[in-house]
Every structure is written in structure tokens, then in C-alpha cells.
């Protein structure tokens, strides 16, 4: 089946730092991937996406490319700023299920 | 402002009682889903329906039970089977099974056991 793998966290940044969180998934076909991000006592919003290979999507700031090669959807962002401090999900979607990761819990520090 | 409304915020649960989760949506969407959340285990899907007065059984159905009587409504109800209830109950929508990948969520009920 489908599944998505994220790095361990959480993570702690200064404001200003570069931000890279790790995903790498696992699916049959085609699939398209998302990055969805939830503030403190909310629920999801969909930061962005990305349907097929080499797409790269890109949101307030954060970026993510589709890698088939290594079938991975990294997201980055260049400065991260303390309003940023969330949990993030990478996802997939067969076209019939969203598949979450565990998601990651990033705390940015003045 | 169209959206997803889930109440209430919090939820307890007595021993061996039913409780029923509400979830309404004003955008018009015709695919709705109900999601479990546990802390370091993502969300998990438990229900979801794609038209009106049909839904199908996620990864984690067993004790719960759902209804889609009309388009903008999907209470899910916690039964007593589901012996371990405490979570975090997200509802989501997306315009349609075609746009599965897009949700919109709620904001959660946090569902906890006396």
C-alpha cells in the first residue's frame, strides 16, 4: 500500500533559519503530494502541492519539488519566522486516498 | 465566510455510552471525511462518503458509526465498541471525489473518557 515516511522530530529553529523537513513515500503509479500544515489547536490547511514529477509547488515562502527519482517532496523555506511554529504533514493522493505522514512539529524561537 | 464547523470543541464519554460528533460544511462540497488523530501517529481515516446517503469504511472504521442524509452533514458517532476513544476528530471536505487530495478541514473535537 501507500505510505509516506517523515523525518523524526521535532524541530527547533531561530527565526531567520533555513528550514528543510524530509518526506519520502512510497506508491504505486502516479500519485500527487501535498504539504498541509496545522497551527496550534486547529485543524489542517493545505500549504501546497504538487500533481507530477519535477512540479514544484510553493506557498508563503515554503517550496517543495516532486522527485521521482528519489521519491521524495522536501519541503524548504529560506527564513523561517516564529508564526510558522506548527506541526506539518506530508501527504499523498492515488486518486482514491489521502495517505498522511506522522507529521513533524516545528517550533521557531525569537 | 463558507467553511467547516465541528462542535463541540470538547467531548466526554462515559463508559459504555454513545456519543455523536457533528460536522456541517457550507461549501457546497460533495465528498466529506472523518479523520482520527493521535499524538505522533498522523491522522488515520475513518469514514468518509462521497454523495449524499453513501459512505464508505476507512482504515479504522470498526466502532464507529457515520450518516449522510444531507450534503452539508456528517455526524460521526463514537459507539461503545471503540474501546479506546480519546483522540482528536478532524472532518474534512473536498469538492468532490475527483479533488480527493484538497481538503478542507475543520477545527476538531478532542474527545475524551470519564
Known amino acids: 500500500g501507500n505510505s509516506v515516511t517523515q523525518m523524526e522530530g521535532p524541530v527547533t529553529l531561530s527565526e531567520e533559519a533555513f528550514l528543510t523537513i524530509n518526506c519520502t513515500y512510497t506508491?504505486?503509479?502516479?500519485?500527487?503530494l501535498f504539504w498541509y500544515v496545522q497551527y496550534p489547536g486547529e485543524g489542517l490547511q493545505l500549504l501546497l502541492k504538487a500533481t507530477k514529477a519535477d512540479d514544484k509547488g510553493s506557498n508563503k515562502g515554503f517550496e517543495a519539488t516532486y522527485r521521482k527519482e528519489t521519491t521524495s517532496f522536501h519541503l524548504e523555506k529560506g527564513s523561517v519566522q516564529v508564526s510558522d511554529s506548527a506541526v506539518y504533514f506530508c501527504?499523498?493522493?492515488?486518486?482514491?486516498?489521502?495517505?498522511f505522514g506522522k507529521g513533524i512539529t516545528l517550533s521557531v524561537r525569537p | 465566510d463558507g467553511g467547516i464547523t465541528q462542535s463541540p470543541k470538547y467531548l466526554f464519554r462515559k463508559e459504555g455510552q454513545n456519543v455523536t460528533l457533528s460536522c456541517e460544511q457550507n461549501l457546497n462540497h460533495d465528498a466529506m471525511y472523518w479523520y482520527r488523530q493521535d499524538p505522533g501517529q498522523g491522522l488515520r481515516l475513518i469514514y468518509y462518503?462521497?454523495?449524499?446517503?453513501?459512505?464508505q469504511k476507512g482504515d479504522i472504521a470498526e466502532g464507529y458509526s457515520v450518516s449522510r442524509e444531507k450534503k452539508e452533514s456528517f455526524p460521526l458517532t463514537v459507539t461503545s465498541a471503540q474501546k479506546n476513544p480519546t483522540a482528536f476528530y478532524l472532518c474534512a471536505s473536498s469538492i468532490d471525489e475527483g479533488t480527493i487530495g484538497t481538503q478542507y478541514f475543520g477545527p476538531g473535537t478532542r474527545l475524551l473518557v470519564l
Open positions: 501527504a499523498l493522493s492515488d486518486g482514491s486516498k489521502l495517505t
Open positions: 462518503s462521497q454523495i449524499v446517503n453513501d459512505f
Open positions: 506508491a504505486t503509479g502516479y500519485p500527487s
